[in-house]
Each structure stands twice: as C-alpha cells, then as structure tokens.
C-alpha cells in the first residue's frame, strides 16, 4: 500500500513544511502542484519540516492537468468543505494506492474541477457556519491518520521502544 498527499498550489511554506514532515514520519509521498506560494527554499518551509526533508518522497508538477495525466485513473479523493461525503465513510484499505488531494488556503480546490468529479470529493465536519475552514496541515493529518487506521498503519511503530528498555 502507499499513500500520497496531493497540495494544490499550497501557499503558506510553514503548512506545507508540516505536511512533509507527517509524509515523512508516516511513510507518505507528497506531491505539489505548481505555482507554490512560496519558493521551495523558504527558510519557513524548511524550519517546520525541521531535519526531516531526506525523508520525504516529493513529486512536483507543473499543474494540476500534469498531475491528473501522472495519476492515470489512480483512486482520488478531493478533501474540501464542498462534499457530501464524510471522509470516515471511505474504506481506503480495500485500496492498494490513495491519493488525497487537498486544495490551497485561500480559495481550496478550483470549482470547476471540483464539479467535474465530485463523486471523489470527502470532507471533515464541522461548523461551516463559524468556521470557513481548517487548518490545511490539520486536515491532512485527520484523514491521513483514518487512512492509515484502516490500513492498520502498515510498517509504522505502533509502540515506542527506549534504547534502554530490557524486556524480561
């Protein structure tokens, strides 16, 4: 199994800079979809991803047709306030491969795009009335995490070991 995170045109380098570091703590591969917001040698980006950037497995694409003709019909699923589906509901384990595409701060997913395929779309409850959106870093680790929970988080520690610890 292998999981990826999509960023359209993310914007802000200290997101961006978190999500690589949870891609590179879970194992995950990150893509970005140009333009970025930011240039990839942001001294921003590069403190939230802290030491970790040799860790991540980063695909960059020129836009988000070269990305689509990268996917090939690869299962996608579009995370935006804008769907009728909760991101829980999907079983992502019965999937050898999942694509969760998030869209940039601002202005999230283009609509068009989104109303083009619509049945990939999951979202995160919450409050659309007081709140316009989540954290993008935040979103990503919520559904993320329930990806890798079905998945029964394949080739993660799932107990932390001390160097010291002896086990009798």
């Not at 950037?53 to 299962?75: K, S």
Request: glycine content about 4%; proline content about 4%; aromatic content about 10%.
């Amino acid at each position: 199994m292998k999981n990826h995170i999509v960023l359209f045109e993310p914007q802000i380098p200290a997101n961006t800079g978190n999500i690589s570091r949870t891609c590179a703590g879970t194992d995950t591969h990150l893509h970005l979809i140009r333009p970025l917001g930011f240039k990839t040698d942001d001294k921003h980006l590069k403190r939230a991803g802290l030491d970790y950037w040799q860790h991540v497995d980063i695909t960059y694409h020129e836009n988000l047709e070269a990305f689509m003709n990268f996917l090939d019909g690869r299962p996608l699923f579009l995370v935006s306030k804008f769907a009728n589906k909760v991101y829980s509901d999907v079983d992502y384990a019965s999937l050898d491969e999942v694509f969760l595409m998030f869209g940039k701060e601002t202005t999230g997913l283009p609509e068009t795009f989104m109303r083009e395929h619509a049945e990939k779309a999951i979202r995160l409850p919450m409050d659309d009335q007081h709140v316009r959106s989540l954290n993008l870093s935040n979103a990503v680790s919520i559904v993320l995490y329930e990806v890798l929970r079905q998945q029964k988080f394949p080739n993660l520690e799932l107990q932390h070991h001390y160097e010291n610890d002896k086990i009798d």
